[in-house]
Nanobody
């Protein structure tokens, strides 16, 4: 099983980033997919989740209206479009797959700073 995040980096406040999580080794289309993040000294928190068929996305209140989660079951990939980034969005972002088992990616750093 592999979950490989990409797309992180350094961006100025108000900017945008697009994260991707390419997966393999499990039945991607059967799993709910999520993005979590963990800032230094803080607990890991759920950012967004999308069902196995791509419906009913849910978001943390702190990112509603700014972030969009999506998935492509043909490419076994989940995405997180992040717009209007704020300094407080700085964190390591992790991809998560959940059904009977739970799988995690290694994370990608997002830094929002002027």
């Amino acid at each position: 099983v592999q979950l490989v995040e990409s797309g992180g980096g350094l961006v100025q406040p108000g900017g945008s980033l697009s994260l991707s999580c390419a997966t393999s080794g499990f039945s991607f289309s059967r799993y709910a997919m999520s993005w979590y993040r963990q800032a230094p000294g803080k607990e890991r928190e759920l950012v967004a989740v999308i069902s196995s068929v791509g419906g009913s996305p849910n978001y943390a209140d702190s990112v509603k209206g700014r972030f969009t989660i999506s998935r492509d079951n043909g490419k076994n990939t989940v995405y997180l479009q992040m717009n209007g980034l704020k300094v407080e969005d700085t964190a390591v972002y992790y991809c998560n797959a959940r059904r009977l088992q739970t799988y995690w990616g290694q994370g990608t750093q997002v830094t929002v700073s002027s």
